[in-house]
């Protein structure tokens, strides 16, 4: 739906880029779990989520009228992916240790990603307004987390459980701000005491 709404207002207001550059990440860095794994389920779907994300990506920066922080950001990320690649497969030699240590780096990932949208929960708050959130997001990253939570529980993955746990939480905490602050009840005025 975010993708639907830059392409037809032909902009990207409201819409939030982290969680877009996170979440591409994030695939990347599984992607790379799955393939040492050998695990076809993470390799097909972060093959297919990586390439949807950089769609976004590249969506998003073609919108914006303010290119230079996205560029830098996903630069920036870029490079930590880079070093982490280097990292992984030019420093460990064991590949258990390769595993784990890549198991945990996409871990740390992960929580970035569930966590970014969170990012401005005080102008959230203050504003008393959810229209920098996306609803669609907030469903699809609760069905996503929850689902690799089960998918981990069933593997005994702790690198696959345990970070998706917070990405039901941070949903929650999600859903409570739609509910508590409708879309619809944006006020575009402030009111007057008497």
Request: charged share 10%; hydrophobic share 45%.
């Amino acid at each position: 739906s975010d993708l639907r709404q830059m392409l037809t207002t032909k902009s990207v207001e409201n819409i939030q880029f982290l969680p877009f550059l996170t979440t591409d990440v994030n695939n990347l860095s599984w992607l790379g779990y799955g393939c040492l794994k050998q695990d076809w389920t993470l390799i097909t779907v972060n093959t297919i989520g990586a390439a949807l994300q950089t769609l976004y990506i590249l969506a998003y920066l073609y919108y914006s009228p303010a290119k230079r922080p996205v560029l830098l950001h996903s630069l920036l990320l870029l490079a930590v992916l880079v070093a982490g690649y280097g990292y992984f497969t030019l420093l460990i030699a064991d590949a258990q240790t390769r595993l784990a240590r890549l198991g945990l780096f996409c871990s740390v990932f992960t929580i970035s990603m569930y966590l970014s949208p969170l990012a401005d929960l005080a102008k959230i708050v203050q504003s008393k307004s959810t229209r920098c959130l996306s609803f669609p997001l907030t469903i699809t990253t609760f069905l996503a987390s929850t689902s690799w939570t089960l998918y981990g529980l069933q593997l005994h993955d702790p690198y696959i459980t345990v970070p998706n746990v917070p990405g039901i939480v941070t949903s929650i905490v999600r859903f409570w701000l739609f509910w508590r602050y409708p879309p619809g009840q944006d006020k575009t005025y402030r009111p007057l005491h008497a």
